[in-house]
């Protein structure tokens, strides 16, 4: 314990350091020419301006569901909630802000140096920002939970108080903080994810179905009013969304590991000399990874890349570094903590292969996490199968482009879900329920890596956007293209590894939340019971798998609603002013943006709040087994509807640009068969870029409020009242 | 159990009686001029072919499943399986056959006496025989099963060898030759859905695709050489499919239901003096159904309807009249059969409102069933928002419209989920486990009615299509359209019948199963452990959610694969002989009849053995628990998938017929609109007619597979051979 808390600031201090290092050294450049930097203006402003108005909606209801918290629960859940609203708002603001400048220095790196080893540099310098935040912000935040929490308020100071929970003072205090700081992460990430990709596909759509339907123009084309909407939809959504969610999925895997722990030893009964070690082993292995991220953006910072081309390699070389540095240290750590326990006491933990078992379960769920990215480039790729035959169904027009890419979608959820089953099971031998957690953090354990390299693809693409808008000469914009192309293949890992670490910590939340219920019993061997054949529970499954589909169904009716109007608003400004399309006159932008804002905005509170509220009004009507259900039941839809939408979209994304290479002969840009698969892509654009990626935070806000409201409707509920 | 078996013979006969006094009532009546005798006599020529075909690759399919279950079981449980087979796959012939005559018959009658009554009459005397067949043979095939091996070999000639079960000596037998029964019926009828299922969706889609979208003929057009495969596979589909896959659900319902009255009495230990009444119950209450149906189709049939106009009204009028006489005479029944039962023993039984509790139970089936198909019409009729909506996002181009239809039918899931999960907490409440499974017997109990109006759609349809290709009166026209129209409206409701009959059925399937798990406890509220936080069991359920995913994907696919060929071929009768769009040439409708047969038997095999095989070889490979996580995940994602694809695409079929019917001023047929619209209806077709209809029996099959087997991978799998 005692070289744990220095490790875990130490590691904070050192990432946020960098990011702020990175920041400034990305802002320094120069941001070219007066079109480029009125462009990237624009784009800032109305980043800017979004992320101002969501902030006030989410501050307010953050404050009322601390004080509800505060009411129902206690004060230190709230102020933990606070902090983890305000580290994980901090980590997705200035995420965005340096996204914001990065964009149009990219563009003026290419431009001047025109150099890709270069201008990949500056990308992922800015894309290393988003990262380093997300781990450091989250690090930060824990340590402050842990010190005003835990030796602060004295209660872990020792082991002492520890054995006096257990003996059952103050069984519940510790666990319900860091849940607490986990629903804080959540909140802003779920309106962050949900705000955020109802903005940039409203742009998207709104930008496509004018414009290159109907108006023929070429995409990111300057007389388009939405072009600038689209660009800052990928900052909002891409950029804020994207961090905050992992930013969530990473604290919720370590505070699920640290529950399951604590549920151990107090509930399966493990023996108590082991609790600082299952408690020690998360934080610190956290903390060691973030450090690992440090040295791996270093790794590829500090290299001359000027002759480099295989962008590609360059990233996934950083990433290896990271990933394999966090490995071994993680075994020392293992082997550290572990090595003392005596073979009963593993046994007692069900850790079949000794002090190593924790650390193994984390490699299952990293071997797990990269081959469900595989999957999905698979799926995706145009490099492969699948996507080649969907693009040869547009031949047969936009309804078979559509029922293919359905089919491409539905078939593909398959494998993935074998290799989290095979995971699983795998975990569980190894090192018992501590094992699953251990896999989601595994997965997530250099977090910081994988969110810069996400980061870098919507900056690469802005910057596109820009040398299209800023008519620079036509290598600047191959360049990008390169950049943006790779991202398109990392975004598609980055989404396997999002799902799946995703449904993992919901999965380590929801035993969590089986430990939690007042009088529930433990099976003999020592898991939680939630049987699916009580009417309950399974009437809380159906209910539970129809969650998903019912708010996938809304978020895409909120883009689909913001699209029109964004459509109409085009159209208008089309007709009443034919000289934008002449290219005389400039285009209203503010007005395209403001329409994004207002809809994102008006769209998201709906479906962001039924996520929260669903569970807690559940539960008080038929209590903890029904929302046990719940849980269960929209976890497993909602793996299945991220991995349809996130391949379909893809595949029809990706099969769209193999016909505009010319993978089809005699069908480039303009043909009948380029048309239908456009149909495709727009039609995949909310499925893969809004319905999927809320997709996790979906279940992990779900999960987490359960366990924060458990205590109270697992004892008051209408049921139980009524008829008990 | 004396009244019992001449009761169910007695149903059994007066039904198949009635039928075949249908059959011929119809046969003899006229067809008409000679282009419709010959076009009628194409239709039945494709529709005998494929089904003989599908027959014999099913009748090997059986008997080897039939072998491998005599090895690993017993000779009488092989035996009930064949039984099963013969028994649905001689309703799925029988209601076809009636269906290829009744077609022609109906255009004639519409010519002829130019009466929408007496129209109806005819078509309504056709699907009747589909309808009465499936009572009919299910319930004979039960009364073989029931006299062979209860009374003839004494298994169940008194109380006394069950009192001997009761010690130990003879428990699994005669629910084992039920469940064999059960998949005996179920594997007919997933070939016959899956088979239909592709055969009618690729005819259908190519036809279209060339039709309507590239030579701008209407539907049905003679010179479309697809349209007879296009009748031949509504007859294929909707008949043949849609009757053995009710007739399977019916039988595996009341299967349950007596499964659970034998494991309430053995396992949970309910008063032995029951069990007579738990085993009658379902059996009686399904014969007095069937009477009730025949007396609820003569109603309809007896009457002068020449003056009638209001078709719906009509049939409504017999499904009351056969629902009410159901209820009516159910609860003279649960009075009588547990009247008898003390408090003491009811509540053992968990029956809180006593005698009647059963049939509580099966009135909120009825009540579910009922509201689920009312939800399906609100959400798929143009008279109600939604489908008012999906049509006019048809102004924005196809990508807009699919994107709200995929929206309308996600959101669609919620509702009829709430309804189902209500359903079942309340006939727990209501008669415990036993009610659940009452529940979906209720839905079923008229199920003779539900198939004959059913029925009558695909006959109507196929009137129509007679009446299009013999270029007859436009009045004749629009009399079969008239029926259509209503045809479709109770085919929405009929799919909510058949999915939540389908997914109450695989729930009171799978608690047989885990109570059949041998050395399974059962908890002190004598239900049957499945603890979804046991590993083995959560990578089921997640494997388990992605089955259906992967098959709806495989099916969507077969049905792409048969209908690209279907599109070349009539293309190339368009190209090589132009004569055939002059109207001056006859087209080869036998080469598209060729093809779609071709087409379906093959790609069916793959996707409808999958079903079989999966349970059983995860069951070897993983064991029991495995299994049942593999069952409850694929019936929760089947009954989203089922009921997203089939209010998706009724809402596309009907918002296109909506804009035909100028619902949307200023674009008809032929505008942007409509033809965004039509897009969305052929991305529908196989959503809704091959991958929902398919869902239901999906499950089902897998749940009796399943419980078939467990008694052998329960005991020998490979993972606790190598880690136990």
Chains 1, 2 share one sequence.
Not at 306 to 327: E, I, R
Request: one cysteine or more; hydrophobic letters at 50%; proline letters at 3%.
């Amino acid at each position: 314990m005692t070289f744990l808390l220095p490790l875990l600031i130490a590691a904070a201090v050192l990432a946020l350091a960098y990011a702020a290092f990175n920041f400034f050294k990305v802002k320094n450049l120069e941001e070219g020419n007066e079109t480029m930097q009125k462009i990237a203006a624009y784009i800032r402003g109305g980043a800017n301006t979004f992320i101002s108005i969501e902030y006030r909606i989410l501050a307010i209801v953050v404050a009322i569901v601390a004080v509800i918290v505060f009411l129902a629960l206690d004060w230190y859940v709230a102020v933990a909630l606070l902090i983890g609203a305000i580290m994980s708002g901090c980590a997705g603001m200035v995420g965005m802000k340096i996204a914001t400048y990065a964009n149009v220095r990219v563009t003026n790196e290419a431009n001047k140096t025109q150099n890709i080893g270069q201008t990949l540099k500056v990308a992922f310098r800015g894309g290393s920002v988003m990262g380093l935040c997300v781990g450091g912000f989250a690090l930060l935040g824990l340590s402050v939970v842990v010190c005003v929490f835990g030796f602060g308020l004295g209660w872990i100071s020792s082991l002492e108080p520890v054995k006096a929970w257990l003996t059952g003072i103050d069984l519940v205090r510790f666990p319900n903080v860091l849940t607490g700081y986990a629903l804080g992460c959540s909140m802003v990430a779920m309106f962050n994810r949900v705000g955020g990709g109802i903005y940039t596909k409203a742009a998207d759509m709104g930008a496509d179905l004018v414009g290159k339907t109907e108006a023929h123009i070429p995409e990111d084309d300057p007389r388009n009013p939405a072009t600038i909407a689209d660009n800052v939809g990928d900052n909002v959504g891409d950029v804020a969304g994207l961090g905050s969610d992992l930013l969530e999925s990473y604290v919720a895997s370590i505070v699920a590991a640290i529950a399951l722990g604590y549920n151990l030893i107090i509930k399966v009964g493990a023996p108590a000399s082991s609790l600082e070690s299952l408690y020690t082993f998360p934080l610190t292995f956290a903390a060691i990874g973030l450090v690992a991220c440090v040295i791996g953006v270093a790794s590829l910072l500090v290299r001359n890349l000027s002759k480099s081309k295989k962008v590609h390699n360059q990233l996934n070389g950083a990433t290896y570094v990271g990933a394999a540095l966090t490995m071994i240290a993680g075994a020392v750590l293992s082997a550290k903590l572990f090595g003392g326990l005596s073979a009963a006491e593993c046994k007692a933990l069900g850790f079949n292969f000794g002090a190593l078992s924790p650390w193994i379960g984390a490699a299952v769920g990293i071997v797990a996490g990269i081959l469900i990215g595989m999957l999905a480039e698979y799926y995706t790729s145009s490099d492969y199968k699948p996507t080649k035959i969907l693009a040869e169904a547009s031949k047969e027009g936009s309804a078979l482009t559509i029922t293919s890419g359905l089919a491409l979608g539905m078939r593909s959820c398959m494998a993935p879900c074998v290799v989290l089953g095979i995971g699983i099971i795998i975990a569980y031998y190894t090192a018992g329920l501590y094992g699953v957690a251990m896999s989601a953090m595994g997965m997530l354990s250099f977090v910081a890596l994988t969110v810069s390299v996400d980061t870098y693809g919507p900056i690469s693409d802005n910057a596109g956007g820009i040398a299209e808008m800023s008519k620079l000469p036509e290598g600047v914009r191959e360049i990008t293209d390169t950049l943006d192309a790779v991202g398109n293949t990392t975004a598609a890992i980055g989404k396997g590894f999002a799902i799946g670490s995703g449904g993992l910590a919901a999965l380590a939340l929801m035993l969590s939340y089986m430990y939690s219920l007042p009088g529930e019993s433990v099976g003999a061997n020592g898991l939680p019971t939630l049987n699916i054949m009580e009417p309950m529970t399974l009437a809380g499954a159906i209910v539970g798998g129809a969650l998903p589909f019912f708010f996938s169904g809304m978020l895409i009716d909120a883009v689909a609603v913001a699209a029109r109007k964004m459509v109409e608003e085009v159209r208008r400004q089309f007709k009443e002013r034919p000289a934008i399309l002449e290219g005389k006159e400039d285009p209203d932008h503010n007005q395209c943006i403001k329409i994004s804002t207002e809809g994102s905005i008006s769209q998201m509170k709906t479906p962001a709040l039924m996520a929260v509220v669903i569970p807690v009004v559940c539960g008080l009507l038929f209590g903890a087994h029904f929302v046990g259900g719940i849980l269960i039941g929209s976890t497993i839809a909602s793996i299945m509807i991220a991995i349809f939408t996130g391949n379909a979209g893809g595949a029809w994304d990706n099969g769209k640009k193999y016909i505009e290479q010319g993978g089809i002969p005699g069908s480039g840009k303009g043909s009948p068969v380029h048309d239908a698969a456009v149909v495709g892509d727009t039609v995949g654009d909310p499925l893969k870029d809004t319905v999927g990626p809320c997709m996790d935070i979906f279940i992990k806000i779900m999960s987490t409020v359960s366990l924060v409201a458990v205590s109270v409707f697992s004892t008051y509920n209408l049921w139980s009242v009524l008829f008990k």
